[in-house]
């Protein structure tokens, strides 16, 4: 017998457990664990391909919209996970909606944080305003006042054809 009354050898802890008991049982849940994560993980990959394919149906109803610029990579059904990112179709990016900026009326200190609000747009709808020309009619049409006048006058020069020639000089109106 052992000093802590065990007569296989194995030391107990205070309620009696052998270690070699605990970590057996220890074993067992890790790998039940790990059975249910790889369970998961193929039900992840099965509902992932579900939605693949059902994604390359609504592109097929939808073949006639506008294709976009701005794509995603949609795998072909029917294949592995892994040989989908190399035969992936395009998928439209819808650009998201953003808020409207408030009108600038040639307010002294806040033309920044109205040309910080715009560029936002810009940046969040590079598909919309693509051009300098989209981003200075925008940018008139969130002028008002007296402004607003300056801003068509001053647009049809050539020097000020370009957004940031046209920011520059609203920012020293």
């Known amino acids: 017998m052992t000093s802590a009354g065990n007569e ?22 890790f790998s039940q664990h790990e059975e249910l994560l790889c369970s998961l993980v193929e039900s992840n990959r099965a509902l992932l391909d579900q939605v ?21 990579p949609v795998p072909v059904s029917g294949t592995s996970l892994s040989a989908n990112v190399s035969s ?8 998201p909606n953003v808020p409207v900026p408030e009108n600038y009326r040639g307010d002294f200190g806040s033309c920044q944080s109205s040309l910080t ?7 969040l709808q590079p598909q919309s305003y693509s051009s300098n020309r989209s981003k200075i009619a925008y940018l008139i049409s969130l002028l008002s006042g007296s402004v607003r006048e300056w801003g068509m006058a001053v647009s049809v020069h050539v020097i000020l054809r370009s957004i940031r020639g046209f920011c520059s000089a609203l920012v020293f109106w």
Request: aromatic content about 6%; proline content about 5%; overall charge negative.
């Open 117 to 123: 609000e715009v560029s936002l747009v810009f940046n």
């Open 8 to 29: 296989t050898g194995a030391e107990t802890t205070g309620t009696g457990v052998s270690f070699q008991q605990a970590i057996a049982t220890q074993g067992a849940l």
């Open 52 to 72: 693949f394919q059902l994604t390359g149906k609504i592109i097929q109803l939808t073949s006639h919209s506008a294709p976009s610029t701005h794509s995603v």
């Open 88 to 95: 992936a179709m395009p998928l439209p990016v819808r650009e």
